[in-house]
């Protein structure tokens, strides 16, 4: 898999977009890019995906560059529940399945 | 639809016992994975299963540690003869059958104190 890039912490008010982002140069293809986050002691919970295009859901949008090199998570309206290990992952595709190669994530303090 | 289950959420052994973790997967799962996450430390992919067969156990440790996915029943991880290393949370995640991606949903989580 390919490995990520992403700052060790960021900080972000109450009501504020978070904007974190996410180095990938090394992508291949095939290879989509996830976002889970982790909030204290619970276990990962899956925010978005994409390939190529940008994607949104209730959660977040995506933005992935044209060249797929890097992406940024964006959570429009931060709330103190919000803060979490948000971790960008890429993976490869296949019914088969594949592991998830986490790495050490951005810490995300939103601060009222 | 419920989500990913495990249990016991807390387990606590002492040093030479036997550790049994168990995940039930979202339904119209058959794809599990487990992970381990040691305190202040990320989570580590360990093995992943498919009903009765074990497709990737490259990071499963090679001595004390094995992992099921009977026909029936939940996946199993175990832990044989404990060691106080071997303390942390273990997540389970599973993945829908039939798709070409696989969006993993993870369950809450056994945390393991080994004494």
């Not at chain 1, 898999?1 to 992508?27: F, V, W, Y």
């Not at chain 2, 996450?37 to 001595?63: A, T």
Request: aromatic content about 10%; hydrophobic content about 30%; some cysteine.
């Amino acid at each position: 898999d390919a490995k990520t890039t992403q700052p060790p912490s960021m900080d972000c008010a109450e009501g504020r977009a978070a904007n974190l982002p996410c180095n990938h140069s090394t992508i291949s293809g095939n290879e989509y890019v996830y976002w889970y986050r982790q909030i204290h002691s619970q276990g990962p919970q899956y925010i978005i995906h994409g390939l190529k295009n940008n994607e949104t859901n209730e959660m977040a949008s995506l933005i992935i560059t044209e060249d797929r090199k890097s992406s940024t998570l964006i959570l429009p309206h931060a709330t103190l529940r919000d803060t979490a290990v948000y971790y960008c992952i890429v993976r490869g595709s296949n019914t088969g399945g594949f592991k998830t190669i986490f790495g050490a994530g951005t810490r995300l303090f939103v601060k009222a | 639809n419920a989500g990913v289950m495990q249990n016991p959420r807390h387990l606590v052994r002492r040093r030479g016992q036997e550790a049994r973790l168990r995940c039930s997967p979202m339904k119209g799962h058959s794809h599990v994975y487990w992970y381990r996450q040691l305190p202040e430390e990320g989570l580590k992919f360990m093995v992943y299963l498919q009903k009765e067969n074990i497709i990737d156990e490259s990071g499963m440790p090679k001595e004390r540690f094995s992992a099921e996915f009977p026909k029936e029943g939940p996946s199993i991880l175990r832990i044989q003869q404990v060691v106080r290393g071997d303390s942390a949370a273990y997540f389970c995640a599973s993945s829908p059958t039939g798709t070409n991606f696989n969006e993993q949903f993870f369950g809450p989580g056994t945390r393991l104190t080994v004494l």
